[in-house]
């Protein structure tokens, strides 16, 4: 593998670092990973954290980018909290469940001191409304159903510290649902606001029980955090209990790469999140701790939009696949931390097969396929069909780590064998319609996490996130079956039916698994993330205060 690239840290002197500066002189410094030793934990500071973008809403079902994940597993607490590591189910704020044979019946204790941040006590009718609310919807308010719950039904209060959950089939997936940050739980309060109300300007009114809880917002720019003196309902599994360490969180929304990584290691920010990957050695090598965490859901890769007729033979597709060579991606662009995607799931995703055979290399394929396909390479080396060339187009991904690099590169590689892959800015004023347009937005560029089976479906179903625009009813039906199924080894297969399927059809280009990385001063102590990478603060200590 290459080394790394480094690049020259830009002047600091942007209106942004200011804000950072501001910020920092009452912060206190802070942040390695759990295994880190500085001692006993220390109670205070203030946690500067600056992260690459701006949230777009606080309701969880849609808190799966990553700067809105972020704040809703610090201000609410879940069912169930699953380990990191070992991706075991464990108590939260239910204390044990039981689940019937066949996955279509929950039932769940609870504990009977947790309160929501306005007072409110997480009962049993609570933490039903919160699940009617995401696996049902409301119309009515405009929220949506969670991609994290499937085939959900009904539920029931037993008593004040007891819910039960029914589905109309057998969700096997809702356990861990629980444990996710699209899982939080909300105060009713707050569940009786419409969609629009969860968004920006609205985060301090967002009632939950974890750890913080939002007292201050300007909007685009920063929010402040403030520690919950009464939170004392960490995971059992948590050697801290009681309230978090820290005092306070600010988050300054800093999308320069520079200006977060002089901020860091100038000492006027504390952790960091989105370091580069040609930043990665700067950052390591100035003594900061570098925590890549993976994801563990469907890789970062390109969709193929099948629908487009450009598109629509599957030699075509094929070419495309074995066109890209993601190993040069990785080696040109990231570092050891983005390992070489192997299948449409990451290797340590639940339910992945290795694909990688189906999926190698192979420009002098691609050539044969497009040429039996009838694509011929015209005179500017672009193939050309009944007078139309192949030419698609790809929008740069923002969330995803050097996505306009990593398309312009696949680009160059598709160019050899004569296919044009024109692409487009992310930030382009046409970016929100033009992705839902399979003729606009040939390719689509996107990667989510989860460390469950479901995490494909969430992807790729037609009435999920749909990122193929799919007309596919059987994907469907396989994609529906890994959600269904309640043997945990037949959904393995289910899963694995998936991965052939989308391999067989072409549908996807797997790229690299994508972690998150973050870069942390080396005061700072019991920095760490939850199961699919999102910062979790509640055990973050600082070592000391700055002067």
């Not at 994940?69 to 879940?78: C, D, E, K």
């Not at 899982?183 to 707050?190: E, H, V």
């Not at 301090?204 to 402040?224: C, D, N, Q, R, Y």
């Amino acid at each position: 593998m290459s080394t790394p690239r480094i690049r020259r840290l830009a002047a600091a002197g942007t209106a942004a670092l200011a804000a950072v500066a501001l910020l920092a002189s009452c912060a206190a410094q802070s942040g390695t990973t759990q295994t880190a030793e500085g001692g006993d934990p220390v109670e205070g500071g203030t946690l500067t954290y600056l992260e690459y973008q701006a949230h777009t809403t606080l309701y969880p079902p849609q808190a799966g980018f990553y700067p809105n994940g972020g704040i809703v597993n610090s201000i609410t607490a879940r069912l169930t909290w699953q380990d990191p590591e070992s991706l075991e189910i464990e108590p939260w704020v239910a204390t044990e469940w039981t689940v019937n044979e066949d996955a279509t019946e929950y039932t769940f204790e609870l504990r009977d001191d947790v309160t929501f941040s306005d007072g409110t006590v997480v009962d049993a009718a609570a933490v039903a409304k919160n699940f009617d609310t995401y696996g049902l919807g409301n119309k009515e308010l405009g929220l949506t159903i969670s991609e994290a719950i499937n085939n959900y039904a009904s539920s029931e209060v037993v008593d004040d510290d007891t819910v039960t959950f029914r589905f109309s089939a057998p969700a096997p997936g809702f356990l861990q649902a629980t444990s996710t940050i699209n899982s939080g739980l909300l105060s009713p309060a707050t569940l009786d606001r419409k969609l629009e109300e969860f968004g920006a300007g609205a985060s301090a009114e967002i009632i939950g029980a974890g750890p913080f809880v939002v007292t201050e917002e300007e909007i685009g720019t920063s929010l402040h955090l403030e520690a919950r003196e009464d939170y004392d309902w960490a995971p059992p599994s948590f050697e801290h209990q009681g309230r978090a360490y820290l005092d306070a969180i600010d988050i300054v929304v800093t999308p320069e790469d520079s200006v977060r990584i002089g901020s860091l290691l100038a000492g006027q920010a504390d952790v960091i999140r989105y370091v580069q990957a040609f930043d990665e050695a700067q950052v390591a090598s100035a003594g900061f701790e570098i925590v890549a965490a993976p994801t563990r859901g469907v890789n970062n890769s390109l969709g193929l939009r099948f629908t487009n007729p450009l598109l629509s033979d599957v030699r075509v597709r094929q070419a495309l696949v074995h066109g890209v060579d993601a190993q040069e991606v990785v080696d040109t662009i990231f570092t050891e931390n983005y390992p070489v995607a192997t299948s449409q799931l990451a290797s340590t995703a639940a339910g992945y097969k290795d694909e990688s055979k189906a999926l190698a290399f192979d420009p002098e394929l691609s050539e044969e396929l497009l040429d039996e396909a009838g694509w011929a390479v015209g005179a500017d080396g672009i193939r050309e069909k009944d007078g139309e060339r192949l030419s698609l187009t790809v929008y740069e991904a923002k969330p995803q780590p050097l996505s306009k690099q990593t398309l312009e590169l696949v680009s160059q590689q598709l160019a050899k064998i004569g296919v044009e892959l024109n692409v487009k800015a992310g930030d382009a004023g046409s970016y929100a319609t033009d992705t839902l347009d399979p003729l606009k937005t040939a390719l689509y560029h996107s990667m989510v996490g989860r460390a469950d089976h479901d995490v494909i479906k969430s992807q790729y179903f037609t009435k999920n996130r749909n990122t193929l625009l799919s007309n596919d009813a059987k994907l469907d039906e396989l994609l529906t079956a890994v959600a269904s199924e309640p043997d945990a080894a037949e959904r393995d297969k289910a899963s694995a039916a998936v991965q052939d399927y989308l391999t067989e059809q072409a549908y996807v280009i797997p790229l690299f698994e994508e972690p998150q990385v973050y870069g942390a001063a080396p005061y700072v102590h019991g920095f760490t993330t939850e199961a699919v990478a999102r910062p979790l603060f509640y055990d973050t200590w600082v070592e000391k205060q700055k002067k």
